[in-house]
């Protein structure tokens, strides 16, 4: 039961992170890749968020290898792949004012649907 409130604390952490990373170029702005890289670099070292993003994928990361030890890759994989994914759908639309149109919700389903079926 641990490893599958583990595996769900990954999830949250991941997405988390994808999170912090997104609000924290959003503030930090484009980092062009031309001879002024060195200034949008130094910027993102800056950045509070991003180093909070790290943490996240950190804590992300022990907690699904945790998971590894005890859970089928195969099984483990999936679930996280759909959490992750449904939840960052749902949170950009939420947070973020992303569209969502009629092929990314077709997407999610059909994701979903496939994933289902790889667990069964």
């Known amino acids: 039961m641990i490893y599958k409130v583990f595996l769900l604390l990954n999830i949250i952490f991941s997405v988390a992170a994808q999170f912090m990373l997104k609000f924290g170029m959003q503030k930090i702005g484009v980092v062009k890749i ?16 991003l180093w909070l993003a790290m943490v996240f994928f950190g804590l992300g990361f022990i907690l699904y290898a945790i998971v590894l030890s005890k859970l089928e890759l195969s099984r483990s ?44």
């Open 34 to 49: 031309n001879a002024d890289i060195l200034s949008g670099l130094k910027r993102m070292a800056q950045s509070p968020y």
């Open 77 to 120: 994989y999936p679930i996280a792949l759909l959490g992750v994914m449904v939840l960052i759908s749902t949170i950009s639309i939420v947070f973020l004012h992303e569209s969502m149109s009629l092929p990314k919700i077709i997407g999610l389903i059909l994701s979903t649907g496939g994933i289902v079926f790889l667990l069964l």
